[in-house]
């Protein structure tokens, strides 16, 4: 069990930035990938993003390459989202996930965050 909880969440208007983080509880939190999904009203829970252990290899969905950017800091158990050139389509619930192992896939997350809300107007 890895306690997590995300904030950074909010109303933008398109074009503009967010930047989403997430606290996680306990000693080993380096030991875990970490990764962002996304869930739109109406529609299936989807991957967004993904960094390993020591943060030197990540993975995106195509639909936010080169927009978005997830970073981890070891040192303070938090990893971030940075969002730029937000899309009415990025509007959605993000969730922080995290899971025991080094690989940056995107299935097999078993620890998750209650969400934060993430609003892109047009």
């Known amino acids: 069990q890895v306690p997590l909880v995300e904030s950074g969440g909010g109303l933008v208007q398109a074009g503009g930035s967010l930047r989403l983080s997430c606290a996680a509880s306990?000693?080993?939190?380096?030991?875990?990938?970490m990764g962002w999904f996304r869930q739109a009203s109406g529609k299936e829970r989807e991957f967004v993003a993904a960094?390993?252990?020591?943060?030197?290899?990540?993975n995106y969905a195509d639909s936010v390459k080169g927009r978005f950017t997830i970073t981890r800091d070891n040192a303070k158990n938090t990893v971030s989202l940075q969002m730029n050139s937000l899309k009415p389509d990025d509007t959605a619930v993000y969730y922080c996930?995290?899971?025991?192992?080094?690989?940056?896939?995107?299935?097999?997350?078993?620890?998750w965050g209650q969400g934060t809300q993430v609003t892109v107007s047009s």
């Open positions: 996930a995290a899971k025991f192992g080094a690989s940056v896939t995107l299935h097999g997350y078993p620890n």
């Open positions: 306990g000693r080993t939190f380096s030991s875990y990938t």
């Open positions: 960094i390993s252990w020591s943060g030197g290899t990540t």
